[in-house]
């Protein structure tokens, strides 16, 4: 309907109503002006937002109760409502539940954090490590947000300028689920402490689909009134003047961003957790161990017997041949038998640390086995590295299979123990290294047991030889491990191998030793992933490598003695220290719920 109305300069003219837009936006530039802050929220609204941004925490222990579908959707909606550079909506969210998944994805973050952790202060590696990173096992549900990055900067508006802010629109849509998962009561932690392409590769993303790193989101375990690394005293929020300037950057008094470099089974893993939380003691007070006790009574689900069993194979070497060694073949044949009697180094610990002893030969040279030792030597010709393979793939296949049952049988016990003796291992065991983690030979060789200098060099030149033959088959070990052991391996490896795999399969915690004692645990890795979670450093040895190969697997060592000795002395000398941890948590005061 049209009205007249009276202009200054003129007389009455005609007037029409406004068009109002039957869609978008129905105020008038009018309306606007007269009531600038018209569209504020309710101020009730506007302090519930303020209090959900300041209690927004990342999330670290979580509980293992189910996420509703209804509130996983609800927070997915949350971050897909993000910001996006040119409406282009370059997120996808992955939701991982699957538990093979989620336990490869925590060996990888395991893994980067030691690296990461390497390139610290001591103090600061040191805090860095006593960070949990649980959540990625105990939270219901892993959310990857990924970035799609195929569609060119050019073709969308805003990223010929910026050609990153699509990476900037994915972390709008992470702070998004963030905020809306706390309002919720659910918490969220986001964790990238990952290679970035081992985790795509884990998830078998497209080329230029990039992630953003890992979200656990569940019921948190946790309700801390106050940034987490606030609390672990890594640092505090900088008051707000230092990060606010005016007009153009200045520098006066302002923070520089931190930096500490040197220069020079989730349900069993939250009850343990509960259960160490209500020992009369400050959270974690024994440090790693706490988290290795926690981990082996998930395992045991709280009622895992309180010994276990060393499992000691040894054998000889034809590599010994080249020279690689400061003692003679026979010295193998003789611990194994003094093991049988109960005397040798390593049958000496194992009782020590209350714990029973199995005695494998897995091939010693001589025309029987050690008297008293299961005999599971290899029946076909061996090789001696430099010039062909170590095993017949038959007799590694076979190694497998005896190693499982043993390792099986020995979780019956509780904890099983790897320990190995092989005049010349150390030169297999670095040829091993030198494929699984990309080391030099002359990186990769230590010293052994009492090597001079021409043995070390001889040591380099054999495993440098031994790497040169294997060739192309390094470069696809992971996809078939066993070949590795067959080309490269010893027959002590390869049966500690399976003890791994069958000690896992029983639901038992592996105790690794030195550097010939941790590759079967990163062989059982590869051959089945899961057994990761069961895998527990007891030392870092002499070996130059061991400390490679450990961090490839993320773990940190119980012990740092320097050993140089085998026959799982060290492993059997951290069990003992596991078992003393266990029955101090099971018979210690308790606090009241």
Same mark, same amino acid.
């Given at each position: 309907m049209s009205a007249e109305r009276t202009t200054p300069s003129g007389p009455a003219t005609t007037s029409w109503p406004r068009p109002t837009p039957l869609v978008g936006d129905a105020t008038s530039a009018q309306e606007r002006s007269a009531d600038p802050s018209g569209w504020a929220f309710e101020p009730g609204v506007i302090a519930s937002l303020d209090d959900v941004i300041a209690g927004r925490r990342d999330i670290r222990r979580f509980r293992s109760d189910a996420v509703p579908e209804h509130l996983l959707?609800?927070?997915?909606?949350?971050?897909?409502?993000?910001?996006?550079?040119?409406?282009?909506?370059p997120w996808r @969210?992955?939701?991982?539940?699957?538990?093979?998944?989620?336990?490869?994805?925590?060996?990888?973050?395991d893994r980067a954090r030691l690296d990461q952790a390497a390139l610290l202060t001591d103090d600061r590696a040191a805090r860095m490590l006593?960070?949990?990173?649980?959540?990625?096992?105990?939270?219901?549900?892993?959310?990857?947000?990924?970035?799609?990055?195929?569609?060119?900067?050019?073709?969308?508006?805003?990223?010929?300028? @910026?050609?990153?802010?699509?990476?900037w629109s994915c972390a709008c849509a992470i702070e998004n689920m963030w905020l809306a998962a706390r309002a919720r009561g659910l918490g969220m932690g986001w964790v990238t402490l990952f290679d970035p392409a081992e985790l795509a590769?884990?998830?078998?993303?497209?080329?230029?689909?990039?992630?953003?790193?890992?979200?656990?989101?569940?019921?948190?375990?946790?309700?801390?009134?106050?940034?987490?690394?606030?609390?672990?005293?890594?640092?505090?929020?900088?008051?707000?003047?230092?990060?606010?300037?005016?007009?153009?950057?200045?520098?006066?008094?302002?923070?520089?961003?931190?930096?500490?470099?040197d220069r020079l089974p989730q349900e069993t893993i939250v009850s343990a957790t509960d259960e160490a939380d209500g020992l009369l003691a400050p959270p974690e007070s024994l440090g790693v161990l706490d988290r290795v006790l926690s981990r082996v009574e998930a395992l045991g689900r709280g009622r895992m017997p309180l010994g276990g069993t060393v499992v000691l194979a040894g054998a000889s070497?034809?590599?010994?041949?080249?020279?690689?060694?400061?003692?003679?073949?026979?010295?193998?044949?003789?611990?194994?038998?003094?093991?049988?009697?109960?005397?040798?180094?390593?049958?000496?610990?194992?009782?020590?640390?209350?714990?029973?002893?199995?005695?494998?030969?897995?091939?010693?040279?001589?025309?029987?086995?050690?008297?008293?030792?299961?005999?599971?030597?290899?029946?076909?010709?061996?090789?001696?590295l430099v010039n062909a393979d170590a095993l017949h793939r038959t007799d590694v296949d076979r190694l497998l299979d005896a190693g499982r049952r043993l390792g099986q049988h020995a979780a019956r016990?509780?904890?099983?123990?790897?320990?190995?003796?092989?005049?010349?291992?150390?030169?297999?065991?670095?040829?091993?290294?030198?494929?699984?983690?990309?080391?030099?030979?002359?990186?990769?060789?230590?010293?052994?047991?009492?090597?001079?200098?021409?043995?070390?060099?001889?040591?380099?030149?054999?495993?440098?030889?031994?790497?040169?033959? @294997?060739?192309?088959?390094?470069?696809?070990?992971?996809?078939d491990p066993a070949d590795l052991l067959a080309g490269l391996g010893g027959p002590e490896i390869a049966l500690l191998t399976g003890v791994v795999l069958g000690a896992a399969d029983a639901g038992a915690p592996v105790v690794l030793d030195g550097l010939a004692g941790s590759l079967p645990g990163v062989l059982a890795a590869a051959i089945e992933p899961s057994v990761q979670a069961h895998l527990i450093a007891g030392q870092r040895s002499r070996e130059r490598a061991h400390g490679k190969v450990l961090g490839l697997l993320g773990l940190e060592p119980l012990l740092t003695l320097r050993l140089r000795s085998g026959e799982g002395v060290g492993a059997a000398l951290a069990a003992s220290l596991v078992l003393q941890g266990l029955r101090t948590r099971r018979e210690m005061a308790r606090t009241e719920p």
């Open positions: 959707i609800e927070v997915l909606t949350a971050g897909h409502r993000a910001p996006s550079v040119g409406h282009s909506q @969210f992955i939701v991982v539940r699957d538990p093979g998944i989620r336990d490869r994805a925590a060996h990888l973050a006593d960070l949990k990173l649980e959540g990625l096992r105990e939270a219901p549900v892993g959310v990857v947000v990924v970035c799609d990055r195929r569609t060119p900067a050019s073709g969308v508006l805003g990223r010929a300028t @910026f050609p990153d802010a699509d990476l590769g884990l998830l078998e993303l497209p080329e230029d689909v990039v992630p953003m790193g890992w979200m656990c989101l569940g019921w948190p375990d946790e309700r801390p009134p106050s940034p987490g690394l606030e609390r672990a005293a890594w640092s505090k929020r900088m008051p707000l003047h230092e990060v606010v300037m005016r007009d153009r950057w200045t520098d006066d008094g302002a923070a520089h961003p931190l930096s500490h470099l070497h034809p590599v010994a041949s080249w020279g690689v060694s400061a003692y003679p073949d026979r010295v193998t044949r003789d611990v194994l038998e003094a093991a049988v009697a109960g005397v040798a180094m390593g049958a000496m610990s194992a009782r020590s640390a209350g714990l029973d002893l199995v005695v494998v030969d897995a091939g010693t040279a001589g025309g029987q086995a050690v008297p008293g030792a299961i005999d599971a030597r290899p029946t076909e010709p061996r090789g001696d016990s509780g904890i099983v123990v790897l320990g190995e003796v092989g005049i010349g291992n150390t030169t297999v065991a670095a040829a091993l290294t030198c494929v699984v983690t990309g080391l030099s030979p002359r990186d990769a060789v230590g010293v052994g047991a009492g090597a001079d200098t021409d043995i070390v060099e001889r040591k380099q030149a054999a495993v440098a030889a031994a790497r040169e033959r @294997f060739g192309a088959r390094a470069d696809s070990w992971r996809d």
